[in-house]
DNA sequence: GAGGTACTATACCGAAAGGTTCAATACGAG
DNA sequence: CTCGTATTGAACCTTTCGGTATAGTACCTC
């Protein structure tokens, strides 16, 4: 798991990490801003913000006794790029769930028909 | 883990298991067929099918002792939708890298013209 | 320099991930 | 019904993950 799409598929994969995420797209935040919405203790969030920063997702800077975080999302783009890949095939899923609704829509209309003649 | 989104991108964090999702891409195959690149068991990729079942990637079949798995792009729409919502920001980043690399042509164009002077 | 605040390192834990091996199952062909 | 092929189940192993508790470090304030 040492490749770059790996490490952020695998970042991402953690909700209390993409919640991390969301905040710091509002702006930079020390631990402590991050950690408050969780039921956790500081250093689990800071184990999360290393993760992150592993994959590049974040890094830190260095203010008075606070280490801020800010989003990097540079490596989002490689992830987006590798999904957006599969984009036809989930459109075609979703017409083909499409043709599977008006199949039953003009059966359920067939029958009514039927029933009413 | 239980979300579907985390589910997705668990599921994406690894490269074998993106790489079945790529063979897949090119139609349905069997477990045999799909392991063959891979230095592994048939058991561990039965395995990562699995867990690609598990999260809505995949979805199986029967044709006599084969069990052929094909791809179901559905949940990536989802996991993209995520990711471009950050798109804005992996684009300033390379803002942020191309004003840099001006600055520095900047500075190399003074220095030149400081030696040249 | 003593004390408070913000954070990290270390050690530990239980559970899950990613493999293996080997036995079992499901199916088609003789 | 037996044999070969395709695949999964079960048991096991090692490593990683996500969390805790506790001690330590870095910095500001007084």
Redesign the pocket.
């Given at each position: 798991?040492t490749d770059q799409l790996s490490a952020t598929f695998?970042a991402l994969?953690?909700p209390?990490r993409r919640a991390i995420l969301e905040q710091l797209a509002h702006g930079q935040a020390?631990?402590?801003e991050l950690a408050a919405p969780f039921?956790?203790?500081?250093?689990?969030v800071?184990?999360?913000?290393?993760?992150l920063e592993g994959a590049g997702l974040v890094s830190?800077g260095?203010e008075?006794?606070?280490?801020?975080a800010r989003l990097d999302a540079r490596p989002l783009e490689a992830a987006s790029a590798w999904i957006v890949d599969y984009e036809r095939f989930w459109s075609a899923s979703v017409d083909a769930l499409g043709d599977y609704l008006n199949a039953l829509q003009q059966l359920s209309t067939t029958k009514e028909e039927n029933t009413h003649g």
């Amino acid at each position: 798991m040492t490749d770059q799409l790996s490490a952020t598929f695998s970042a991402l994969a953690d909700p209390t990490r993409r919640a991390i995420l969301e905040q710091l797209a509002h702006g930079q935040a020390t631990v402590g801003e991050l950690a408050a919405p969780f039921d956790m203790t500081f250093a689990a969030v800071s184990k999360h913000l290393r993760v992150l920063e592993g994959a590049g997702l974040v890094s830190r800077g260095r203010e008075a006794q606070y280490r801020p975080a800010r989003l990097d999302a540079r490596p989002l783009e490689a992830a987006s790029a590798w999904i957006v890949d599969y984009e036809r095939f989930w459109s075609a899923s979703v017409d083909a769930l499409g043709d599977y609704l008006n199949a039953l829509q003009q059966l359920s209309t067939t029958k009514e028909e039927n029933t009413h003649g």
